[in-house]
């Protein structure tokens, strides 16, 4: 499968970022079609979560341009961006550990709710409906995620995999269309590694998502994905199916520094 021989749903093109005179991104151009789970590998300081951020909104490119759904991004609000479609886990934690697991995973949905702080603080009757139909949602996430026994727990005293799992809840309460996620498998051991890697594929077609996959753990990565973009020092080297990209040269290289076989 070449990833331009289906419709993109999201579009990466000659997207370049630098910060003073680091090039963070030089040049990258990629397509992540609807319905597939596409890796993004390479070493660190590849430029692997400054590309997410950059479809976050958070950092502006300067240069090319970046679609989703046929959309120009580079416009939109970052405060937009969930309730567009795109839902995203980070590579550090990024929870309220005072609030609980319920809490967490409401929060996420509140891309999809018309009211505000006043709505919500006097208790307007659609700000009442907004907060019973979030709290729904989150709560069939959890049941989803077998989450539901911690719901009311506060998020810090969990186990850091089960906290993962909470932001992953979190990201798809606002029911996105792409998922992008960076570095789950990281800080797990091998048997939730395993557990990871197998929810991932049941949401995928469960929930009819696409998936922008960064993982460092390679065979992780390369037991999911569909398709393989790799970068290195901000331009993409590779590109193509995990048995194609596994031993490419130049990625080889990157991570090696030499041309031998890269076993995964």
Same mark, same amino acid.
């Given at each position: 499968m070449a990833a331009g021989a289906?419709? =993109?749903?999201?579009? #990466?093109?000659?997207?370049?970022?630098?910060?003073? *005179?680091?090039?963070? !991104?030089?040049?990258?151009?990629?397509?992540?079609? =609807?319905?597939?789970? #596409?890796?993004?590998?390479?070493?660190?300081?590849? *430029?692997?979560?400054? !590309?997410?951020n950059c479809i976050s909104r958070l950092y502006p490119c300067e240069r090319g341009d970046i679609a989703f759904a046929g959309r120009s991004l580079l416009g939109v609000p970052r405060h937009r961006i969930a309730a567009l479609g795109i839902g995203r886990t980070f590579q550090n934690l990024a929870l309220f550990r005072t609030m609980s697991v319920l809490e967490n995973v409401m929060v996420g949905r509140h891309s999809r709710s018309r009211g505000g702080f006043f709505s919500a603080a006097?208790?307007?009757?659609?700000?009442v409906r907004a907060d019973a139909e979030a709290r729904g949602k989150a709560r069939e996430l959890l049941a989803l995620l077998d989450l539901e026994r911690f719901a009311d727990s506060s998020v810090a005293a969990l186990p850091f995999g089960t906290q993962?799992?909470?932001?992953?809840?979190r990201a798809l309460a606002a029911e996105p269309k792409l998922l992008l996620l960076d570095e789950p498998a990281?800080?797990?051991?091998?048997?939730?590694?395993?557990?990871?890697?197998?929810?991932?594929?049941s949401l995928r077609e469960r929930?009819?998502?696409?998936?922008?996959?960064?993982?460092?753990?390679?065979?992780?990565?390369m037991s999911l994905s569909d398709w393989v973009v790799a970068l290195n020092f901000g331009r993409r080297i590779a590109e193509g199916t995990p048995a194609e990209v596994r031993n490419h040269p130049e990625l080889v290289r990157a991570y090696l520094g030499t041309a031998a076989s890269f076993s995964t």
């Open positions: 289906e419709q =993109a749903l999201l579009r #990466v093109q000659d997207v370049a970022v630098r910060f003073g *005179g680091i090039v963070a !991104l030089d040049g990258v151009s990629f397509d992540v079609p =609807a319905g597939r789970i #596409v890796g993004l590998i390479g070493p660190n300081g590849a *430029g692997k979560t400054t !590309l997410f006097v208790r307007l009757p659609y700000a993962k799992r909470v932001e992953l809840a990281s800080g797990l051991n091998h048997e939730e590694v395993g557990a990871i890697g197998a929810l991932i594929r929930l009819e998502l696409t998936v922008l996959l960064v993982e460092h753990h390679m065979q992780l990565l």
